[in-house]
């Protein structure tokens, strides 16, 4: 709730100068970085070859076979991820959340290996097992044909199942235990529970997640590009009409047909997600499961046996770094990792700094601009509110194209950033925007109100309540924007494809460069180098997190 101005205070005063500069700066930055290059795409895909305006883009699209055929493809690839990942998410989840089983932090940590690197280490994992020269072939002589949509629906579905797992999971958590005592009261059985309460409280759950793994999946670039092989789909056909034909005008329209079943879907999931959150009752008591051997051993084996196949294949990468030729020569060696090919390892320490600066500046602007949102009026925070989530429903590679679009041109003022580090870290940081803004609402507004209210009673002005209320209280929660931010930065593929440069590139370009190139076993080391990093920065974040919280209690 905004705080109330002073009596006797000037309309603007210093400090609700200051608030709006909080809100204005990030809002400037969200214009000029995100807005701009979105409508530099939508007109560059009405400009005609001729240069003339007119929709000739639109229908030279509609008329191709292969553009289409990609769309459908894409359509079909991502709704065989969605029904896979959800069906078996829910099995996970449920296991975790309503199961005694063992091996629950093994499980844990099956889900977070995918989030640690670039989207294609599943599908160079699954390369090394299924491939031409993988182990299965090697061991047992069958032939396995890996490449197309089969490869493709595997590593899709290992990408994106840990996120369906965490939805499904908080969707389980925010159940009432007094429905299922009612139940048992009333003699209902397990099934009968599971299908009376259970999925009827889980229906929205199961939306929400089901329409951010169809999101993910229809904008992935990185397992496409690794094992698609010619199962042609969205991602990779903006890719070849930008970068391969360049057809800039084609290859706008196509980034038109990405952007709009993302930005359906992520609508239908905010929905879903509030209705499916915002409707707990007050003083719910958690489920808390009893044991069940038959069923903990079912769920134990079942869950186990999913997890592995996504520790094995994370797993098989960095084996692979460490063998000398594989799969024939299955020596130990760390030649692998003197990298001098694709720039060697100028593209990591680029990353580096660059997920350095797009955490540190974002988590700046962020903080600020929830901030202000949170202390201005109504009206004005609701619309503030919807420009700064929109960037959620944009693919990385539609965001990537449009930076291209806007930056690109020698007389406009910000071609200096372009085929920059800066450039990269920005887009980055606009790609994750709505994630972080959420995240560091979410944390503004549980800062109790009588503690601002307390600053202000002994004098403080705005500045003071930022500095000495606000801050400290969710100290948590920037740092966790902030790690975020980077880990984010370190990983994507999609939104920065376009704009790495033979002098400036980043290490998952690196990685996606060196298996085009046929290195497999440096993309392989290269990968693993990635994951040290991601997850040192991840083990970093929980204690620095588990220290404030501490030194707060």
């Known amino acids: 709730m905004p705080l109330a101005a002073p009596a006797g205070r000037a309309p603007w005063s210093a400090d609700r100068l200051l608030l709006w500069t909080c809100v204005a700066i990030p809002l400037a930055g969200l214009a000029l970085f995100f807005l701009y290059p979105l409508a ?31 769309t459908l493809n894409s359509l079909v690839m991502s709704a065989s991820t969605t029904v896979i990942s959800i069906g078996l998410g829910f099995f996970i989840a449920y296991g975790l959340d309503r199961s005694c089983m063992r091996g629950k932090t093994i499980v844990q940590f099956a889900l977070v290996l995918p989030l640690l690197a670039p989207s294609l280490v599943q599908g160079l994992g699954l390369i090394f097992l299924l491939g031409r020269n993988g182990l299965v072939h090697r061991w047992t002589g069958w032939d396995i044909d ?70 993910i999946t229809i904008t992935d670039f990185g397992n496409a590009a690794v094992i698609g092989g010619n199962y042609r789909v969205l991602a990779t056909e903006i890719y070849s009409q930008v970068s391969g034909q360049m057809n800039f005008g084609m290859g706008s329209v196509v980034g038109i047909l990405l952007l709009l079943p993302s930005l359906i879907s992520v609508q239908i999931e905010r929905v879903a997600s509030q209705r499916q959150f915002g409707s707990t009752a007050a ?22 046996a999913a997890v592995g196949m996504i520790i094995l294949t994370v797993g098989t990468v960095v084996f692979a770094s460490f063998m000398r ?93 372009y085929g920059s580090a800066a450039l990269i870290a920005l887009c980055n940081f606009y790609h994750y925007h709505t994630q972080g803004f959420l995240t560091m609402m979410t944390g503004m507004r549980a800062v109790p109100q009588a503690l601002e209210e307390a600053v202000s009673c002994i004098g403080g002005g705005t500045l003071h309540v930022l500095r000495d209320a606000v801050l400290p209280y969710i100290a948590p929660t920037v740092l966790g924007v902030f790690f975020f931010l980077f880990m984010r930065s370190m990983v994507t593929l999609s939104a920065v494809i376009f704009l790495v440069t033979p002098s400036v590139s980043v290490a998952p370009v690196s990685v996606l460069r060196l298996d085009e190139a046929g290195f497999v076993s440096q993309a392989a080391a290269y990968s693993t180098l990635i994951m040290l990093v991601v997850g040192g920065s991840l083990l970093v974040m929980r204690a620095l997190i588990t220290a404030v919280a501490r030194r707060r209690a």
């Open 146 to 215: 890996i490449y197309g949509f089969w490869g493709l629906l595997i590593s899709n579905v290992f990408y994106a199942l840990p996120q369906a797992v965490l939805i499904l999971q908080a969707a389980l958590r925010n159940m009432d235990a007094r429905y299922y005592d009612a139940a048992e009261v009333m003699g209902a059985s397990g099934p009968r529970q599971f299908f009376d309460i259970t999925l009827p409280n889980c229906k929205f759950g199961l939306l929400s997640a089901a329409f951010v793994v169809f999101v």
């Open 325 to 417: 030729l594989w799969p024939y020569r299955m020596e130990w060696t760390l030649k692998h990792y003197d990298i001098t090919v694709s720039g060697g390892y100028t593209p990591l320490w680029t990353s580096l700094y660059l997920s350095l600066a797009a955490a540190g500046g974002g988590v700046l602007l962020l903080f600020f601009l929830s901030f202000g949102v949170c202390r201005i009026s109504r009206a004005w925070a609701k619309l503030i509110y919807m420009v700064s989530v929109l960037p959620v429903g944009v693919p990385g590679l539609v965001l990537g194209l449009a930076y291209i679009f806007a930056f690109n041109a020698p007389d406009n003022p910000l071609y200096v950033l």
């Open 40 to 70: 530099t795409v939508a007109w560059r895909s009405l400009i005609q070859k001729d240069g003339a305006i007119g929709w000739d883009n639109y229908a030279e699209v509609f008329a191709t076979r292969g553009i289409l055929t990609a």
């Open 283 to 304: 003083g719910a008591l958690p489920v808390t499961p009893q044991p069940s051997a038959a069923r903990d051993l079912a769920f134990g084996a079942g869950v186990l």
